[in-house]
C-alpha cells in the first residue's frame, strides 16, 4: 500500500527537491552578490563609515533572508518526519491485522481506527477500502468453513 501512494505522490515529491536545490541555489547566489557588492562599496565610497554601514545592512539583510529559508527548511523537514511516524504506524497497523493471534489484529484495528480519525484526509479512503476487502476475505472464509 506503501508503494502505491508513494508511486502516485511522486511527483509532488520531485518538485518539492527541485524547489529546495533552486532555493538553496538562490541563497548561496545572493550571499556572493551581497559580498561582490560590499567589496565594491568599498573601493567606490571613501569613508570608512559609509562602507560600515553599508555592510552592516547588507549582512543584516542576508542574516534575515537566510533565517527565513531556514525556518522553512525545517518546517519542511518536521513534516516530512511526521509523514513518515505516520507511515510506520500504517505499516504497523497492517502488520498486526496479519497476525494469526486475535488481540495482535484488535490492537492492529485499533492503530487503524486512530489513523481514520486522526488523519481522514490521508489515510481516511486507505483504510475504508483495506476494511472492505477484510470484510469480504472473513465472509469467504465463513462460507468455506461451513462448507
Known amino acids: 500500500m506503501r ?3 508513494a508511486a502516485a505522490n511522486w511527483p509532488e515529491r520531485a518538485l518539492r527537491v527541485v524547489l529546495w536545490r533552486l532555493e538553496a541555489r538562490l541563497a548561496s547566489t545572493t550571499v556572493a552578490l551581497l559580498g561582490v557588492i ?8 571613501e569613508s570608512s563609515d559609509e562602507v560600515r554601514n553599508f555592510g ?3 549582512g543584516g539583510v ?3 533572508a537566510l533565517a527565513i529559508w531556514r525556518s522553512r527548511v525545517a518546517e ?3 513534516e516530512t518526519a511526521e509523514a513518515a511516524r505516520l507511515d510506520a504506524q500504517f505499516e504497523l497497523g497492517l502488520r498486526m491485522l496479519q497476525d494469526e493471534r486475535e488481540n495482535i489484529q484488535l490492537d492492529g484495528l485499533a492503530i ?3 489513523l481514520f480519525a ?3 484526509e490521508a489515510y481516511g479512503a486507505l483504510i475504508v477500502e483495506l476494511m472492505d476487502r477484510r470484510l469480504e476475505q472473513r465472509r469467504e472464509g465463513d462460507v468455506d468453513d461451513d462448507r
Open 3 to 5: 508503494r502505491l501512494r
Open 38 to 45: 560590499a567589496v565594491v562599496a568599498a573601493v567606490w565610497w
Open 56 to 58: 552592516l545592512l547588507a
Open 62 to 64: 542576508v542574516a534575515v
Open 76 to 78: 519542511r523537514q518536521a
Open 112 to 114: 487503524l481506527e486512530r
Open 118 to 120: 486522526e488523519y481522514p
